[in-house]
């Protein structure tokens, strides 16, 4: 709930308690009025808890590129429609906002941008956009057998953090589709559908690690504040960013300072190698994961 929501709220309850303590010492006018006053700040409570959900700001603003199709991959199914499954499915998320498709043809058009789209192209139209991420995908395999029957799509998905340039969500999914009759293009749709909700699904429980640096001893061993507990493992990689007051621009700016890898891990803390450095870390730099596609296991699906 916003600060003012909450600031109100108290308010309505600490005078409902006064009216109540007055009941209670036998004040006959107050009694009288006092449960229809609750039940009118009841309501009031009820209206600015939803109002605060509704006018709450979404923590993510996506643009979805068309997928693209591996050599190989026989799909009836053009890009588009994968990514119009997954605009589909990701518009149920909690605090997600997904930028319309119309939003993304007609800035690609305003910059006369031909396909096919590089990272850095993407992180231009992603930031003109408003938008925090940006997610590609790609059918890596596709597949109808002879008979029209049956149907195997694979699909692999990355979000891309926008201000870092970075991959922090993603999963790989292999769906298989079985059809009574020869049917090619509805069974390949239901297997990609199969496989692009459920590729959504485990990137919406995917959780990203998150801390901050502790200490670096003597032999430039990075302490970290989280471990095995948080879901930190032996290789996992962390962006590194620090907040700090930008005198040119005379507002506080956050900066990459680089990247490290977990070395060692015990329950609540870690240790880690700074790998990637554009300046050294220190302690109090904020560190987030970063999803490593190579790592990410498939998932199987049958229909």
């Given at each position: 709930?916003?600060?003012?929501?909450?600031?109100?709220?108290?308010?309505?309850?600490?005078?409902?308690?006064?009216?109540?303590h007055k009941s209670v010492c036998g004040d006959a006018s107050v009694l009288m009025l006092c449960r229809p006053i609750n039940a009118l700040f009841a309501?009031?409570?009820?209206?600015?808890?939803?109002?605060?959900?509704?006018?709450?700001?979404?923590?993510a603003r996506i643009v979805i590129t068309d997928f693209t199709l591996a050599n190989g991959a026989q799909s009836l199914l053009t890009g588009d429609i994968a990514a119009s499954l997954l605009e589909e499915r990701?518009?149920?998320?909690?605090?997600?906002?997904?930028?319309?498709?119309?939003q993304l043809l007609k800035e690609v058009a305003v910059r006369n941008i031909t396909p096919p789209i590089t990272p850095?192209?993407?992180?231009?139209?992603t930031k003109a956009l408003e938008a925090t991420h940006f997610i590609t995908g790609q059918m890596t395999y596709a597949k109808v057998w002879a008979d029209g029957r049956r149907a195997r799509v694979e699909v692999q998905i990355e979000m891309?953090?926008?201000?870092?340039?970075?991959?922090?969500?993603?999963?790989?999914v292999e769906a298989?589709?079985?059809a009574a009759e020869a049917a090619p293009l509805a069974v390949q749709?239901?297997?990609?559908?199969?496989?692009?909700?459920?590729?959504?699904r485990e990137m919406e429980q995917r959780t990203r690690?998150?801390?901050?640096?502790?200490?670096?001893?003597?032999f430039n061993e990075i302490i970290l504040d989280i471990g095995s507990q948080s879901g930190v493992r032996k290789g996992t990689r962390f962006v590194v960013t620090r907040r700090e007051f930008d005198k040119e621009l005379q507002q506080h700016t956050t900066s990459i300072v680089g990247e490290i890898r977990v070395t060692g891990v015990a329950l609540t803390d870690a240790t880690a190698v700074q790998t990637v450095r554009y300046r050294a870390v220190q302690p109090l730099d904020k560190i987030a994961s970063i999803f490593d596609m190579s790592a990410c296991k498939r998932t199987r699906i049958r229909e």
């Open positions: 709930m916003t600060e003012p929501a909450t600031q109100l709220r108290n308010s309505l309850r600490a005078y409902t308690i006064r009216l109540s309501c009031l409570l009820a209206l600015l808890a939803c109002a605060s959900t509704l006018l709450a700001e979404p923590e990701l518009s149920t998320w909690r605090h997600v906002e997904v930028v319309p498709r119309s850095d192209t993407m992180v231009q139209l891309i953090d926008a201000s870092l340039s970075l991959p922090v969500n993603g999963a790989k298989e589709a079985v749709m239901r297997a990609l559908h199969s496989a692009v909700w459920e590729a959504a690690i998150s801390g901050k640096i502790l200490a670096i001893t003597g």
